[in-house]
């Protein structure tokens, strides 16, 4: 009997791999930077993602902090749009992104998942811009009255102090609790 051909799909192979614990399956800032993912599909968003990894620096001719949203379920996809803008920031635009405790994005633990994250564009001693990569994680999940809501109008109270930009990845849920508790008092 012929050998027969392998019928092994190593895209397959490698899609089931991947752990239940979300060890590369789950978009997050330590590894954004290591590997592209490993199924990208195009879409019209990638060339917003172009345009936020210029139009967001505060170089050349913006003057002004921008401030974008990326609202959806868990798993739409927000996560890894910011890590497909911070591979642009990084690769294309030279800028340096660090987390609050100015720890370099590279050198970020497999575990961590920083509340928030610092872009310093080439040549700048001061941050440009701020990714808040996951508005629902509170910046000390160990404090006894930990709010979400709260956490991010304080992100939005320093951008604008600051006149930085700011990419913030929420679901709808906070943002409407930010608004309840600020507008609607």
């Known amino acids: ?17 991947l752990q239940q614990d979300g060890r590369q399956a789950i978009s997050a800032p330590t590894n954004w930077t290591q590997s592209r993912p490993l199924l990208e599909v195009p879409t019209e968003l990638d060339a917003r ?7 967001c620096l505060l170089r050349g001719s913006n003057s002004i ?19 497909q803008l911070v591979r642009a920031l990084i690769q294309e635009q030279s800028c340096t992104i660090v987390d609050d405790n100015g720890t370099d994005i590279s050198e970020l633990s497999n575990h961590t998942v920083p509340y ?13 811009m701020r990714i ?4 629902s994680v509170v910046r000390n999940p160990y404090a006894a009255d930990v709010d979400p809501a ?3 109008l304080d992100t939005l ?3 604008w102090e600051r006149g930085i930009s ?7 849920g906070v943002l409407e609790k930010a608004f309840r508790d600020t507008y609607l008092v």
């Open 1 to 17: 009997m012929p050998d027969e051909p392998s019928r092994d799909n190593p895209f397959l192979l490698d899609l089931l791999g």
């Open 49 to 55: 993602i172009t345009e936020l990894s210029t139009s």
């Open 65 to 83: 902090g921008r401030w974008h949203f990326f609202i959806g379920s868990p798993g739409n996809g927000k996560s890894a749009a910011v890590g």
């Open 116 to 128: 928030s994250l610092n872009v310093f564009e080439s040549g700048c001693n001061f941050s440009s």
């Open 132 to 135: 808040v990569q996951d508005a």
């Open 150 to 152: 709260r956490d991010l």
């Open 157 to 159: 109270r320093e951008a």
């Open 166 to 172: 700011l990419i913030v990845c929420t679901n709808r």
